[in-house]
Structure formats: C-alpha cells, structure tokens
C-alpha cells in the first residue's frame, strides 16, 4: 500500500457517520485515505502534531469535519499549507448552522474550503479533484464520474417523459 494521500479527520467518532461519505469517494477513486479522530478541545496536541506532520508524511489534501464549536479544520488550516476542506457536521441542536458558521467564516490568509452541512461527499470530490490537477489518470475517473451523473439525469429525464 502507497502513503495516504488524503487525511480525513473529524472531531469525535459520533462524526463518523457522516464522514465515511468522503471515504467512499476516495475508495471509488482509488485514492489512499487515513481516517482518524482528533479534536480540536479533547486532544489539542494531537491536532497540532498532525497538521505539522501532514506534509511530511506525504498528504496532500486534509478534510476535516466537526459539530457543535467546530474549530478543527480553521485550527487545522493555521498549522498547514495543505488545502483543508472543512465538513460541518449537523449535531443534536441548531441544525448544523452552529457548525458551518464556525467553519465558514475565517480571517484573511486562512481559508478552509467549505461544503454543504454534513457535505462530505462533495469533500471528497473536492479533494480528488484537488490531487487530480496534477494527476491525469484521476482526472479521467472524475471525468467518467461527472458523465454518469449526467447520463442517470438524463435517463430520469426520459423516464419522466414517457
Ligand atoms: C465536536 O463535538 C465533534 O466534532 C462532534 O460533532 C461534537 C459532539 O461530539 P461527541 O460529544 O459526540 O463526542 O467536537
């Protein structure tokens, strides 16, 4: 096995239902993933130690999703030059809103890309297609990728016709 390319971290294991959204992409595109837990509150030496080390260890892109305070990808984001894509994740109360805000709205100079609450599907597009600018075998699969969706479109289109 090759080093992981992509981190996919969150903030507790309650997370992970909606995370292995974004590990199924990367399974689909054939992209080595690490999966682990590390939180911005619980264990903030353990978020420092991996954002330092991701580069050096060979990761390219990090996603990172998180509920409620969700101050791990901005957190992540400050000790890293690696892109970081940042899930808010929909907890118990408010929605998710609590966390896409948290996430969204970073100062100047630190951004963390964004997706949708409980997005990590579209995280891990994003980060295919992030590795895939300089890989053009993925960027053949994303390609396959995006004409599949746009044939099941048009095959329900039709569907809806006749
Ligand atoms: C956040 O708090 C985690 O990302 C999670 O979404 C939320 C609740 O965590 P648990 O209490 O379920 O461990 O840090």
């Known amino acids: 096995m090759s080093k992981p390319l992509v981190g996919i971290i969150m903030g ?3 997370d992970l239902p909606v995370m292995s959204a974004a590990a199924a992409i990367c399974e689909e595109f054939e ?5 682990d837990i ?5 264990t903030p030496e353990k978020l420092v ?5 991701a580069e050096a260890r060979g990761l390219k892109v990090i996603i990172a999703g998180a509920g ?6 901005g957190m992540v984001a400050s000790e890293t030059v690696l892109p970081v894509i940042g899930v808010p994740v929909k907890g ?3 929605e998710g809103m609590d966390s896409l805000l948290s ?8 951004p963390v890309a964004t997706v949708a609450i409980n997005g990590a599907k579209n995280a891990g597009i994003l980060a295919a297609q992030i590795i895939g600018s300089s890989d053009s075998t993925l960027r053949e ?7 599949e969706m746009k044939a099941q479109v048009d095959a329900k289109s039709e569907k809806l016709k006749n």
């Open 38 to 42: 590390v939180s911005a509150h619980r």
């Open 31 to 35: 992209i080595e993933f690490e999966l």
């Open 103 to 110: 996430i969204v709205q970073m100062p100047g100079g630190v």
């Open 92 to 94: 118990s109360s408010l």
């Open 49 to 53: 130690e991996y954002s330092k080390s």
């Open 141 to 147: 699969k994303i390609a396959l990728y995006k004409q």
């Open 68 to 73: 409620g305070a969700a101050h791990l990808p």
């Open 12 to 14: 507790s294991d309650s």
